[in-house]
């Protein structure tokens, strides 16, 4: 079954070609980051106007780039949420009414459970059951993954999620957005010990997460110091991230033991953190954990995990009917479990 993956939730056009027998046949991705610039942040409709210039010629462009035609297509899937309401619009009209014209089925996907299966397109994948993080954009959660599709929530962002502060703290700091991964670069140079910053709910029990005192505790930090200061910016960066770094990987220990799994799946945007995945993978292989995350080009938003996780859901028979809402706001512990 060769199926069709849209991803339109935010900022990044994505489309993808994922087939049951050969894997993922080919994906294309246009970013918008040189659109919203200019305003520090995404702007809600100016995204869903690029997803809809974008959206037809990247198809034609992946299906040439894959020797297919459109009638090659066996289902569609795209995101139907959470993420920017007038973005879901886009891609999930486009994608309903190509299943309708082709006569093919289409399927609704999960932008966080599409992240979450995202390592299974590795030659290693993981296996069930295991913990996930996902650090993506708004969303910082810890996930029990019993099976696809059977989820339960352990921890969950109660303000600021990890990337969010990521990128109010680049802001902060003077840099262009997308700041996650410009702060990172620039704690590359800085001194980790110069600057000590909370490891938020650490002292006390819960896998929940909380990172907005964390960005206040560096914009007082930045307040108080010596503006002119040339190692002073770098020092800040490493210290936050630092911090993040270290918060994510108790809880994310945490989890694991109360899970009783042997298997940790880091996916999401902030995944690609290279210095997240070096404290992760060293805990890791010192607690016998097997730790799991997708090539770098698969923690961002992309069409080859919307693919893939629409292959697994149209395999087990699920489909969406002539109706197709959106969801800006969807709990994995809401999605059915299609294998139950």
Request: glycine share 10%; proline share 6%.
């Amino acid at each position: 079954m060769r199926v069709l993956g849209i991803e339109t939730s935010c900022d990044e056009t994505g489309v993808a070609v994922y087939c049951g027998d050969a894997g993922l046949l080919g994906q294309r991705l246009h970013s918008q980051i040189g659109i919203h610039a200019a305003y520090g942040g995404v702007v809600p409709e100016l995204a869903s106007r690029d997803h809809v210039r974008r959206l037809a010629p990247l198809t034609e462009s992946l299906l040439a780039g894959c020797a297919l035609s459109f009638h090659d297509l066996d289902g569609v899937a795209y995101t139907a949420g959470p993420g920017l309401a007038g973005a879901l619009m886009v891609g999930a009209t486009f994608g309903r009414c190509l299943a309708f014209a082709l006569n093919i089925p289409a399927v609704a996907v999960h932008h966080m459970e599409a992240h979450l299966l995202a390592p299974m397109l590795e030659p290693d994948p993981p296996r069930f059951p295991f913990v996930a993080l996902l650090v993506s954009g708004g969303h910082t959660q810890l996930v029990q993954v019993a099976r696809a599709g059977s989820y339960r929530l352990l921890g969950d962002s109660m303000d600021d999620a990890a990337g969010e502060a990521f990128d109010k703290v680049a802001s902060m700091l003077g840099l262009p957005y997308p700041g996650g991964p410009q702060v990172a670069e620039l704690a590359e140079g800085g001194d980790p010990n110069r600057f000590r910053f909370p490891r938020p709910m650490t002292d006390r029990p819960g896998l929940d997460f909380s990172f907005s005192g964390l960005k206040t505790a560096v914009l007082t930090r930045l307040a108080e110091a010596d503006a002119a200061d040339p190692a002073l910016r770098a020092d800040i960066a490493c210290g936050f991230q630092e911090a993040v770094v270290e918060t994510l990987l108790i809880k994310c220990r945490r989890a694991v033991e109360q899970a009783g799994v042997d298997t940790l799946v880091l996916a999401g945007g902030v995944a690609a953190n290279r210095r997240l995945r070096e404290e992760l993978g060293a805990w890791a292989r010192q607690a016998g954990v097997a730790l799991r995350y997708p090539a770098p080009a698969l923690c961002t938003d992309n069409g080859a995990m919307i693919a893939y996780a629409g292959w697994r859901r149209l395999m087990l028979g699920e489909r969406v009917d002539d109706t197709f809402p959106v969801r800006p706001r969807w709990s994995l512990e809401e999605l059915r479990d299609p294998a139950a």
